[in-house]
């Protein structure tokens, strides 16, 4: 399947310390790109490219907080450093400080989800494309939320942010496809990770969350490693613009349970 063949290809993943950032490095090395796997603490980094690396696949470490546009900038410029270019880029870092009705949500609330969910993938871009052109070309792929399409209980504001990452996946198609960028978006629904705890991990909630979805149960952060090794590849060379829901159904399920 030489199409999935990412042999020389240099991808950088943000959020990849655990959980769908993780799995998705771990299918693109798989796949022999090299990666640059990056989140905010460098320890827990290390560890992870430690096990990359008694594997025999090649991974570089770079802490990073996308919401910080100098720290933006100093990761793409080591991951060309180590590895010559840049020709994937994986968007996966997100926050979500605020837990509750939207009207309760405060402005510093607001503030970090934005930076951090919307405009950090916009620095990413902004930072990774140039090194793209320069290659022939690139693959993009935010990682989005099912949220985007459909405000969930209790997660307005992270829901707001999903809406604009999907926009800004399509808008940024549109503007990159002469340069042979694809754009394209993950939506996943639950995921069970550290990051949605607070719902898997209330009993009460989790019960809640599953009658919604058809296949009746969370998602393993291994079941999107799929799609995003299609986006990555050169299989999707005419798909760009687009959005991949991965939820078990739940958003064309009637969320009634018989």
Known sequence: MSQFDLSGKVAI??????????????????????VVLSSRKQEALDDVVAQFRQRGEEATAVAAHTGESEAVRHLVEQAVAVYGGVDILINNAATNPHFGPILTAEESHWDKILDVNVKGYF???Q?????????GGGKIINVA??????PQPMMGVYSVSKAAVLMLTEALAVELAPANIQVNAIAPGFVK??????????????TAVLKTIPQGRMAEPSELTGIALYLASSASSFTTGATFLVDGGQMVGSGVQF
């Open 13 to 34: 993943v943000t959020g990849a310390s655990r959980g769908i950032g993780l799995a998705l490095a771990e299918t693109l090395t798989a796949a022999g790109a090299k």
């Open 123 to 125: 620095r990413m871009v």
């Open 127 to 135: 930072a990774c494309v140039p090194h793209m052109m320069a290659r």
């Open 145 to 150: 939320s099912i949220a985007g399409r459909k």
């Open 193 to 206: 990770t550290k990051f949605s705890a607070a719902l898997w991990g209330n009993s009460q909630v989790n």
